[in-house]
């Protein structure tokens, strides 16, 4: 399947890009479509394009180039993301409520798909602001990357509370009502209401296809 990736590379360095593409190379893209735009870091105003899936299993299939390094191994990749993440932790102990600082750090480790430590921060920066939307979608996606559909389920419908109509978070409350939880009918039930409330919502297509396989049809 595919995933939507909407953080800004404005402000990476050659690390944290190191980080991201080895990331992408070494594990895929799992658990379905799904998006994530937290508006409290830099972002692109709209979704970038859809990023094919990788097969886990490819990087062991293919040997690496002479030419070039091979890719990091797990631990290698956690360490350059921590090394990344190092300055903006040290940045949080004399500003331990920028909720800017604090969502960074999530998108940081949310894109080297170390979800548990995403997961810690986006919950400090929505104890300080517990109504933005963006980040508590954030959450939610995180635990389900995390395997807890019913956490990312609750986050979800409480981003909704605050903003009922929001695409973002009722195109991944279907997904993992579908996945997830296997029921259909309330993913169905999310999608249309995604559509009926954003007309022009850009990827009405695919959110179409999906309801008809949700559908069986």
């Known amino acids: 399947m595919t995933e939507f990736k909407t953080t ?13 593409a080895a990331v992408s190379l070494l594990f895929g893209i799992c658990g379905g479509w799904m998006i994530r735009r937290a ?31 091979s890719l990091p191994s797990p631990a290698e990749l956690k360490k350059a993301v921590d090394s990344e993440a190092a300055p903006l932790i040290e940045k949080l102990k ?7 600082l604090l969502t960074q750090l999530g998108n940081l480790y949310y894109d080297a798909k170390q979800y548990p430590q995403a997961i810690d921060y986006y919950e ?14 954030d959450l939610g996606t995180a635990y389900w990357y995390n395997g807890d559909a019913d956490a990312a389920i609750a986050q979800f419908n409480r981003a909704l509370s ?3 109509t929001k695409a973002d978070t009722l195109f991944n409350l279907g997904i993992v009502e ?21 007309p022009a919502y850009s ?13 069986g049809k």
Do not use: C, M
Request: glycine share 2%; charged share 15%.
């Open 178 to 198: 579908w996945q997830g939880k296997k029921n259909g009918k309330d993913a169905v039930a999310a999608w249309q209401k995604l559509l009926e409330a954003n």
């Open 124 to 137: 400090r920066s929505l104890k300080l602001q517990p109504a933005d939307t963006s980040v508590r979608t």
């Open 94 to 100: 004399s500003a331990p409520t920028d909720t800017a």
């Open 203 to 215: 990827n009405r297509e695919q959110v179409q296809q999906l309801i008809a396989q949700a559908q």
């Open 39 to 69: 508006t409290a870091s830099p972002a692109p105003s709209a979704p970038q394009a859809v990023e094919a899936q990788v097969p886990a299993a490819a990087s062991s299939s293919v040997p690496p180039s002479p030419l070039g390094p």
């Open 8 to 20: 800004s590379t404005d402000t990476w360095t050659p690390t944290h890009a190191f980080a991201l």
């Open 162 to 164: 605050y903003d009922p």
